[in-house]
Every structure is written in structure tokens, then in C-alpha cells.
């Protein structure tokens, strides 16, 4: 028990489809983390917006601890209380009127294109098959949901990809238009991209798409795993366009960090997911669902999501003054707690880069591409936060530009 990791035993042990940063972090509280050495970190990452209320946040910890207690898992040949109470919470507070729960962002993206298959299959036939996804668009790692994903670099070389998938480009309804007729059974869309680099919808766009699925009989689904749990302000995106999708699926932000994922949809589509249609060993298991539960609880109290603009706002207006020092971005954009900084071309590619240096400033960041810097932090960051991690932002951006 004496010997302690180090990140060399990464590239000794583990599969190299990652390239972790040196530092291994060990605790964290807040927005805050410290590694093996101590030194601490401002978290503007988030786990990739999964930490919506931070690390360790007393709720969560008190919801896990005491659920820890009690019984930790079932399967589904049982229901369970927590399970039963977050899918009646996540009714209430959407437009859902039933609630599969699963482990992850891609089985919810992966359960909601079979639900969508099966219910053209059942109501309409065979022929009814096609889905309509994306460019820069990302659903997931599962092999369907990766297919359907707008990033070939993702789902090539795994050989035959599955059929009837075709794909349109982001904010442009004239080719969606095109793309979407009465074989279409879905059409998948996130409100705002995350990982094709921060690019929220513009209304018409989702209001288009709505009215395009109405005509042909097609469901529409909002992959929300990124964008939504109070990311934009409203407990899901789709709330803050007014747009009301068929299916909407969620996961990171909803368990706060504990493993969750959930599709959500109406009674009338619901239905086709009959018993033995569709399962999984972990969905619904109650550390997970009891954690979620507090996560999701805390979230939708009226101050955290009003929080939200205040502290957008103090982003942003960093994130401006840096582009007056250095003039290194081309755009800010994004909504709420997930925004996007792309840099001009002079600046260049660098985005890996500033993320290295942004680690010995003592500042954990993302990206989203090669030339997006991405903000996806607790949605409870405190205000002194934000200003020491743009102040460490500014002190990675002098050094690699100095
Ligand atoms: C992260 C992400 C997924 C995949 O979620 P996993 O939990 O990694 O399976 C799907 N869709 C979007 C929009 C995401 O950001």
C-alpha cells in the first residue's frame, strides 16, 4: 500500500487512447483541486461540465454516504426508492412523462436512436429508418451513437458503420431541409455543441428542426448530456429556446460527478419499449440515482440558476479584457457556464498549448478542437474564483506569448 502512481504508470498500465497532463490530482473541494504535491488548482474544467456543483459538494457527499448504507445495488429485477424518486422529480420538472435511467451520456444517446428506430418500426414500418444528425456534432463512443456523430475521425477504421445515417451541417435548415423526409425516423441535435467547439443553436435553426419532424412524423431528440442540468440557466437548454424536443437525454451534470445517464420522453413514445425491449445492469442503481437526485434538486433552486448569468457574465468580461492584451481570439461565444474562446489565426492552433501552460499557472481548463478554448465550470464557482483562475489565464497567455 506504500507505493504511490505517478502519471508514468499511465503509459505503463493503461490503454494510450488518452494524453492525461503530468499533474494527478488528488482532492478537490469547490472549484479547487490539489495534487499529489499539494499545489493547488483553480477548475474551470469541471470534469468536462460533469462537476456542475463543484467537487465534493456537502449535498452530494451527504446523498452518496447515506445511500452507501443502505443498498448500493439491485438490478432491475427490482425497483428501487432512489431511482423512483429522481425519475418523478426529472417528470416534473420537464416536458418528460417517463424516464429510462442508464450509466452514461452515450448509452442515453444510444437507448434514445433504438427508441426512435422502434417507434417508426411499430407505428409506421420498416422503411421509416433514417436519422438526420450533424457535422461537429458528438453523441457518444458506442459504435451507433459514434456512427451518428458528426466526426468521422471518431467512427473510422472500426469497419461497416451502421445504415441509414446521413448528416447536415449545424445552423443551416436549408440542408436540413433536404436531408429530412418520411423515411426519417429521428432527427438528433444538441442545442448548443459541446466538443465540436462551444456553437449554440440559433432558434430558427431549432424551431426549424421542430417543424421540419412535425411534418414527416420524425422524432426529435435533444442530446443534452453537455449543454444541459442548469448549464444554460434552465435546468435544460431546451427551456431557455422554448422548443420542446421528443426525446431529450442527459447525463454528465446529472450526477455531479457519480456515473448517471437518463432519456426522457412522452407517454405516446414511450410505450414502445415494451418488456425485454431494451436494459441496463447499472441504470437506475441507487448510489447513482440518490446522488443524482440531490444534484439535480440542488441545481434547480432559483438562485443557482440565476447564478448562472452573473458569473457567464464575469467570464465573458475576463475573457474580453485578455482579447485587448493579447488579441488572440476570434470569437467568444457559448451560453451560461459553457463558453468557448476561438482563437484568430495568428494566434494559431494552440490550444493544447495554453492548456499545458495554464497547468503551472495553477488553472485547469479544456478545449474543443485545436484552436477552442472551453469553460465548463461549477455552476456555484465563486466570484474570487473566476478572477484568481482568469488571473492565472493571463499569466499562461503572457509566458507563451512573451
Ligand atoms: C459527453 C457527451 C456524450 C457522451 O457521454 P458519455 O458519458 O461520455 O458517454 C454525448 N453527447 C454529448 C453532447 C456529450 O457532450
Not at 479584457?321 to 494552440?350: H, K, Q, V, W
Not at 472551453?374 to 484568481?388: G, Q, T
Request: aromatic share 8%; proline share 5%; hydrophobic share 40%.
Amino acid at each position: 500500500m506504500s507505493w504511490t502512481p505517478s502519471r508514468e504508470d499511465f503509459d505503463r498500465y493503461m490503454l494510450p487512447n488518452y494524453s492525461p497532463q503530468r499533474v494527478i490530482p488528488v482532492r478537490g473541494e469547490g472549484s479547487r483541486l490539489w495534487d499529489q504535491q499539494g499545489r493547488e488548482y483553480i477548475d474551470f474544467a469541471g470534469g468536462i461540465a460533469v462537476n456542475g456543483l463543484g467537487h465534493c459538494h456537502p449535498k452530494l457527499v451527504e446523498a452518496l454516504r447515506e445511500q452507501s448504507e443502505k443498498v448500493w445495488h439491485l438490478a432491475n429485477v427490482y425497483t428501487n426508492e432512489p431511482a423512483l424518486r429522481l425519475a418523478k422529480s426529472l417528470v416534473e420538472k420537464t416536458f418528460a412523462d417517463r424516464v429510462f435511467l442508464c450509466s452514461s451520456g452515450g448509452e442515453a444517446n444510444e437507448a434514445a436512436l433504438k427508441l426512435a428506430r422502434r417507434y417508426a418500426h411499430d407505428t409506421a414500418g420498416a422503411h421509416k429508418d433514417r436519422i438526420v444528425s450533424f457535422r461537429q456534432s458528438f453523441h457518444g463512443r458506442t459504435f451507433f451513437t459514434v456512427s451518428v456523430g458528426g466526426q468521422p475521425k471518431y467512427s473510422q477504421g472500426f469497419g461497416p458503420v451502421p445504415g441509414g445515417i446521413v448528416h447536415g451541417e449545424y445552423n443551416d435548415l436549408a440542408t436540413a431541409r433536404e436531408l429530412i423526409n418520411d423515411d426519417t425516423c429521428a432527427v438528433i441535435v444538441e442545442p448548443m455543441q459541446g466538443e465540436g467547439g462551444v456553437t449554440p443553436a440559433t432558434p430558427e435553426f431549432l424551431e426549424g428542426l421542430r417543424q421540419l419532424c412535425d411534418d414527416h412524423a420524425a422524432l426529435l431528440i435533444f442530446d443534452e448530456v453537455q449543454c444541459g442540468v442548469g448549464r444554460t440557466g434552465e435546468l435544460y437548454a431546451y427551456m431557455r429556446y422554448g422548443v420542446v424536443p421528443d426525446i431529450l437525454t442527459s447525463a454528465k451534470a446529472l450526477g455531479g460527478g457519480f456515473p448517471i445517464g437518463a432519456m426522457m420522453t412522452t407517454e405516446e413514445i414511450a410505450r414502445v419499449f415494451v418488456v425485454g425491449t431494451h436494459g441496463s445492469t447499472y441504470g437506475g442503481n441507487p448510489l447513482g440515482s440518490a446522488v443524482a437526485l440531490a444534484a439535480v434538486e440542488e441545481i434547480s433552486r432559483p438562485e443557482v440558476l440565476a447564478g448562472v448569468a452573473e458569473r457567464s457574465a464575469r467570464f465573458r468580461q475576463h475573457l474580453e479584457a485578455l482579447n485587448e492584451t493579447y488579441g488572440c481570439f476570434r470569437e467568444i461565444r457559448g451560453m451560461g457556464l459553457l463558453l468557448g474562446a476561438e482563437f484568430n489565426a495568428s494566434f494559431g492552433e494552440r490550444g493544447r498549448d495554453v492548456l499545458a501552460a495554464s497547468i503551472d499557472e495553477g488553472l485547469m481548463l479544456l478545449v474543443a478542437g485545436p484552436n477552442v478554448l472551453r469553460f465548463a465550470p461549477s455552476l456555484v464557482i465563486s466570484p474570487e474564483e473566476i478572477d484568481e483562475g482568469m488571473a492565472r489565464l493571463d499569466r499562461a497567455l503572457s509566458t507563451l506569448t512573451g
